[in-house]
Nanobody
């Protein structure tokens, strides 16, 4: 069973930046490289929505429209770690951010991922 742990959540002011990390355990780096990974978020009273996903070798990725070039997803397979660099944050980005992993990959962001972390809170104040 893959275990995912997010970190890096913070309270920032609008226009600021934050970097989220998600480290996977209970699998080797070789196995980790077979997984597609993604970030999702859920704001209070709203459904969980996809933010970005990255394929196994990091060569392909998808972003939600609302990212608009502000976020960058990346992975370091040697460290079993997924990242989300977020810049120019807006109050609307306030949410709990979750990472997810699956050996299946999809062309579009969708919530069918098998493994999920517990989430990390990002709060953006105006």
């Amino acid at each position: 069973q893959v275990q995912l742990v997010e970190s890096g959540g913070d309270s920032v002011q609008a226009g600021g930046s934050a970097r989220l990390s998600c480290t996977a355990s209970r699998l080797t780096s070789y196995m980790y490289s077979d997984y597609c990974l993604a970030w999702f978020r859920q704001a209070p009273g709203k459904q969980r929505e996809g933010v970005a996903q990255i394929w196994t070798d990091g060569g392909a990725y998808t972003y939600a429209d609302f990212v608009r070039g502000r976020f960058t997803i990346s992975r370091d397979n040697s460290k079993n770690t997924l990242y989300l660099e977020m810049n120019n944050l807006e109050p609307e980005d306030t949410a709990i951010y979750y990472c997810a992993a699956d050996r299946r990959c999809w062309l579009r962001l969708q919530t069918g991922y098998t493994f999920w972390g517990q989430g990390t809170q990002v709060t953006v104040s105006s």
